[in-house]
Nanobody, 134 residues
Framework: EVQAVESGGGLVQPGGSRTLSCQVS????????VSWFRQIPGKEREGIACVSRGDGTKYYADSVKGRWTVSRDNPKNAVELHMTDLSPQDTAVYYC???????????????????????????WGQGTQVTVSS
C-alpha cells in the first residue's frame, strides 16, 4: 500500500522560510510523482508543485513560482517543499500526495501541470498545518 506522510509544519513568522518533507513508502513502481497541495478552510484544495521521481520533471503553480522550490531525494524516497518569503496568506494545511499510475507518460503528466489536479491524484497524506503569523 502506497503511503505519503508529511512533516515539518508549524508556526512561522512573516517573511520566514519553512521546509516540508514528504516520506513515501510502499511504492513498488520505479516512477512516481509527488504533488504538494494546500487548503485553507472554506476554500478548494490548491495545487502548488510536483516533482517526478523518475526524471525530476517539476511543475509549479503561478502562486509559488520563483518563490518556492521542490526537490527529491530518491534514495530516501522523500520529497521536500522549500518555502520562502512566507506571508499570512500562506497559512493552510499542506498535503503531499503520491501518484503511481498515469494517463500519459509521467514526465508529460507532471510537466503539463496535471499533477496539480486533485482528481488525478492517487494517494493523499494526512496533511500538516503551516501557520504564518507574528
Amino acid at each position: 500500500e502506497v503511503q505519503a506522510v508529511e512533516s515539518g509544519g508549524g508556526l512561522v513568522q512573516p517573511g520566514g522560510s519553512r521546509t516540508l518533507s514528504c516520506q513515501v513508502s510502499g511504492a513498488s513502481h520505479p516512477v512516481w510523482v509527488v504533488s504538494w497541495f494546500r487548503q485553507i478552510p472554506g476554500k478548494e484544495r490548491e495545487g502548488i508543485a510536483c516533482v517526478s521521481r523518475g526524471d525530476g520533471t517539476k511543475y509549479y503553480a503561478d502562486s509559488v513560482k520563483g518563490r518556492w522550490t521542490v526537490s527529491r531525494d530518491n534514495p530516501k524516497n522523500a520529497v521536500e517543499l522549500h518555502m520562502t518569503d512566507l506571508s499570512p496568506q500562506d497559512t493552510a494545511v499542506y498535503y503531499c500526495a503520491v501518484t503511481t499510475q498515469f494517463p500519459s507518460p509521467p514526465n508529460l503528466w507532471s510537466g503539463s501541470g496535471r499533477c496539480l489536479r486533485p482528481a488525478e491524484i492517487g494517494t493523499w497524506g494526512q496533511g500538516t498545518q503551516v501557520t504564518v503569523s507574528s
